[in-house]
């Protein structure tokens, strides 16, 4: 399902605890008047999967799901089921990987279900919103992010919601957004929406709802069930204009977006060693604008994903083998730039920065 920037779509994101059954929920976000189904589906945890069935389980399951929904709404009715990753404690390599492999699975059979596309539940870390739309993009299914923020724009793990956006939308997402306190939603809408080549979304209460139109948002979920009618269209003032250029021409790191001057101002490059989150705060008081990483190993990407959060500059990174640039490309939680001076077929280059978001310079 292609999630297109000139039209509004509205929902209800699924109670956390089940206060009504499904059935019931689906038949009153119809009577709201939504107009795109985000389904529950608490039950896709690993307490309720079999170890020796688990793809064909989840298969069923979702299958079960969307087939009851399909009876209960509007033919052709968009159905996005919320799928969590399994907890994970903190980022490293493997974790990503597990996280990936988790809901590639869980995104495949959600395809092969019918699912129109996915949301995706994680709301804070960026590194495993990373990872899951990666999967989403390997199952070719559109997944929708939020990102909870507080009235800045900024959430509790000190994500910015500007480099989130850059960083994802380059990756391959089908729309992101925020989920905000109340009144402060438009707000962020409107800091996106100059830079947002994906249809922007907003979780609130439906109060929020024309703000968060009228600044640029396409896709509304309440957080809570509405009064029948509350979802209308009509119900809200118009969008703006699409800018005629998007400027999305843009680096990040989880804190922090950097739109590129011309005159990019280079550190001599870093060695990777595990005293790197030194160096990389000790650059952030030289009269540079963009730290220059060089990769010589798998082991060094991993260290850079590890210390993505140390700096508050763009990084480039420079290495001699595909291999080893792909692990950072990956890995980092944010959006890199990539030496074009890189000993790697240019061709090569390209695929791996069109593949992962990044921007060879």
């Known amino acids: ?47 309720n999967l079999s170890d020796t069935s688990r793809e064909e389980e989840l298969s069923r399951l979702l299958r079960e799901q969307i087939e009851t929904a399909e009876t209960l ?14 907890p994970q404690t903190a980022f490293s390599c493997g974790a990503f990987e597990e996280v990936y492999m988790d ?44 990102l909870q923020t507080d009235e800045d724009g900024t959430s509790e793990s000190g994500t910015d919601a500007l480099a989130a956006l850059l960083t994802l939308q380059s990756l391959g ?13 438009g707000e962020i809408i409107r800091r996106l929406f100059p830079h947002a080549d994906i249809p922007l979304c907003v979780l609130s209460s439906e109060q929020d709802f024309p703000a968060a139109v009228s600044a640029g948002a396409g896709i509304l979920l309440s957080a809570t069930l509405p009064a029948f009618g509350a979802l209308m269209p009509e119900r809200f003032p118009p ?13 990040a ?4 977006a950097f739109f590129l001057p011309e005159d990019l101002v280079l550190s001599d490059p870093l060695p990777c060693s595990y005293s790197l989150s030194d160096a990389l705060i000790d650059c952030d008081d030289d009269n540079i604008n963009t730290i220059v990483i060089s990769l010589r190993s798998s082991d060094d990407a991993a260290i850079l994903a590890e ?21 950072a490309l990956r890995y980092f939680s944010g959006r890199l730039l990539v030496d074009s001076g890189c000993d790697i077929d240019r061709s090569e280059l390209m695929r791996l920065c069109s593949a992962y978001g990044a921007i060879l310079y």
């Not at 997402?173 to 939603?185: I, L, T």
């Not at 210390?307 to 692990?327: G, Q």
């Open 1 to 47: 399902m292609d999630l297109g920037p000139d039209r509004l779509y509205f929902g209800v994101n699924p109670p956390e605890e089940e206060t009504a059954s499904p059935q019931d929920f689906l038949l009153s976000c119809r009577q709201a008047g939504a107009g795109i189904y985000p389904l529950p589906t608490s039950f896709l945890t690993e307490t």
């Open 73 to 86: 709404l509007p033919a052709g009715a968009p159905l996005f089921p919320v799928i969590s990753p399994e």
């Open 103 to 146: 809901l590639l699975e869980k995104y495949t059979a959600a395809k092969s279900a019918g699912a129109d596309g996915a949301i995706c539940a994680e709301r804070d870390r960026l590194w495993v919103m990373r990872s899951a739309v990666l999967a989403a993009k390997t199952a070719r299914l559109p997944l929708i992010l939020f």
């Open 173 to 185: 997402a089908a729309a992101f957004g925020v989920a905000a306190p109340e009144g402060c939603a």
């Open 239 to 251: 969008s703006p204009p699409r800018p005629a250029e998007i400027d999305s021409y843009g680096a």
């Open 253 to 256: 790191v989880e804190c922090e």
């Open 307 to 327: 210390n993505s959060t140390m700096t508050r500059l763009p990084l480039t990174v420079t290495a001699d083998d595909a291999n080893t640039l792909e692990a």
